[in-house]
């Protein structure tokens, strides 16, 4: 089946409570919320048929609400933004929607583009395709060996071999400074599109060894037999994690 043909749900998990910035997603970035500008550049896909925001808090809920958005409302027990949007698909599909892709949009990246979103579809125009996601060249040499930049090998189809915190692939006899010099390194970039009996299936996955050694959430499908392809962007994603994050772009023009 084409992308074109399957029907595709955005799916934006949004929780208030976070260690490291409560009440992230209704931070305000030039006077519009987090959440509402990562909302608005989803809904400009022409190749989701909806986009849902997926909250366990009744603030988020209420402001959502308030910009005329989708919202569903979810457990408060999930472990992960996975989870949250798996009981989002059943919810739908309870009320009669159906749909073939999901794909899981963070809710903390503001200036999401249409374009990387599209791409995550296109994927499963590869009927081999379990889940879907994105990766960019490495330009600096530091990020290869920064452990918050995660970094992807991935075969000559596109198929995800592996996911690290750690500098991979390792490259013999040459020093580390020169090492992006002499081969071609990814970084993650954490969207996820997901077939919808995939995800469903995976929900029920107890965590992996390999999961739990690097907290990457994605090494535990790749554990238990799931495909993961991907798709190559230029777009420099920005992801806000912490309140400095989100201090550096008060004088953006978005």
Known sequence: MAS??????????????????PGKPLALINGVS???RVYRQASLST???GVVVATDDNRIFDHV???GGRVMLTSDSHRSGTDRIAEVVMKLKDKGELYDIALNIQGDEPFIQPSQIEKVIDIFRNPNADIGTLVKRIEK????FDPNVVKAVVDAHGKALY????????VRNTISDNWHKENTFYKHIGIYGFRADTLNNITMLA??????AESLEQLRWLYYGYTIFTAFTDIETVGIDTPDDLSKLINISC
């Open 47 to 49: 190749k989701l048929s």
């Open 163 to 170: 996911f690290s915190r750690s500098p991979i692939p390792f």
């Open 4 to 21: 074109s043909d399957l029907r595709s749900i955005g799916i934006i998990p949004a929780r208030y409570a976070s260690t490291r910035f």
């Open 34 to 36: 987090m959440i509402e």
């Open 65 to 67: 609400k308030s910009f």
């Open 141 to 144: 040499s530091e990020d290869i």
């Open 207 to 212: 965590p992996s060894p390999l999961e739990t």
